[in-house]
Structure formats: structure tokens, C-alpha cells
């Protein structure tokens, strides 16, 4: 099993930054994908960000792109996501998963098998 625990979520205007936190309880190898999606209220959820351990990289959904950023703290397995330049759109619930593979279909999410309990995200105009 892991857990997985967020932080950082909040209240902020438009053109404003939030920092969200993801924490791992455990990381079996180097094959691990940690990432955000987010679900707003009446919509579907959506990906917005992943990073890949084994090939070290980040992913970005488009809507994202340029204003999000996601890093990685391996020692502490955890990822976080500096989010800048927020608009009113980005108000959605932020939910962190993992799993422990390396997940080449990193938008799916139906591919992570641990989740976070979610962490809301308000911008308001």
C-alpha cells in the first residue's frame, strides 16, 4: 500500500500562485509516476501534471502549460506543483495519485492505483 498526502491547496485572485505538496509513503523502485489531476465541479476529472521517475521527466496538460510547474523531491517521494498565473478555470478539486510503475499513458487515470484525498483550489476573477 501507499499513502499519499497533499497539502497546500487555498483560496487565491487571479494572476496568483498556489504551491501544492504530494507525499508518498513509499517508492518500491525507480519505475514510479506520481501526478495532479484536478476535477472541478460538474466536469470529469482531468490530468494536469505527471513527472516519471525513471526517465525524469515532466508532463504538462496544455491548459498548463507555461504556468505550471512540477518537480520532484526523491528523497522524500514527493512531488510538488508550483502553480502561477491561476485563472478562475483552475478552480477544481487537486487530487495527487501514484503508482508503482512507469506509466507510459502518464494522462490516464485510471492507470494509478493510490490517490490522495484531493485538496481544493479557489481563484476567484
Known amino acids: 500500500q501507499v499513502q499519499l498526502v497533499e497539502s497546500g491547496g487555498g483560496s487565491v485572485q487571479a494572476g496568483g500562485s498556489l504551491r501544492l505538496s504530494c507525499a508518498a509513503s513509499r517508492r518500491t523502485s525507480s519505475s514510479f509516476t506520481m501526478a495532479w489531476f484536478r476535477q472541478a465541479s460538474g466536469k470529469e476529472r482531468e490530468f494536469v501534471s505527471a513527472?516519471?521517475?525513471?526517465?525524469?521527466?515532466?508532463h504538462y496538460a496544455d491548459s498548463v502549460k507555461g504556468r505550471f510547474t512540477i518537480s520532484r523531491d526523491s528523497a522524500k517521494n514527493a512531488v510538488y506543483l508550483q502553480m502561477d498565473s491561476l485563472r478562475p478555470e483552475d478552480t477544481a478539486v487537486y487530487y495527487c495519485a501514484a503508482d508503482l510503475s512507469h506509466i507510459v499513458n502518464y494522462f490516464s487515470d485510471y492507470l494509478y492505483g493510490y490517490w490522495g484525498q484531493g485538496t481544493q483550489v479557489t481563484v476567484s476573477s
Open positions: 513527472f516519471t521517475w525513471n526517465d525524469n521527466k515532466p
